[in-house]
């Protein structure tokens, strides 16, 4: 899982280019996870239209091809890569995106 602020790292990059690197690292076997919280919107929460408000980095992931989010409307997570597949209707339980947070081999960014 990776929560990240782009103005603290003091790149150049794009976030494109930064999750891409991620990506690499961890290779294709694991999933990377984002938080995509929306506690700032102030609007009805729909998974695939509210904007993540916890940066520009989390912003990005989310409009990325094969990017997958949680149905939770406080704690929402995007999953891309291994584990990534649509939200099945559950916030927490077999399916969530938590859940595979503590059941596979994970690593806080």
């Not at 990240?4 to 999750?19: D, N, V």
């Not at 091809?65 to 999953?79: D, E, G, K, M």
């Not at 099945?88 to 399916?95: A, I, L, N, V």
Request: positive net charge; contains cysteine; aromatic residues 10%.
């Amino acid at each position: 899982m990776v929560h990240s602020s782009m103005k603290a790292m003091g790149t150049k990059r794009t976030p494109e280019e930064i999750i891409g690197d991620i990506e690499a690292v961890i290779g294709k076997e694991s999933t990377l996870l984002m938080p995509a919280l929306t506690y700032e919107n102030g609007t009805v929460f729909d998974s695939e239209k509210s904007e993540p408000c916890v940066g520009l980095m989390a912003k990005t992931f989310w409009r990325m091809p094969n990017v997958f989010r949680s149905i939770n409307p406080t704690y929402s997570v995007c999953a891309g890569q291994a584990c990534a597949y649509p939200h099945s209707g559950t916030r927490y339980g077999r399916h969530s995106r938590w859940r595979a947070f503590a059941v596979y081999a994970s690593a806080m960014l």
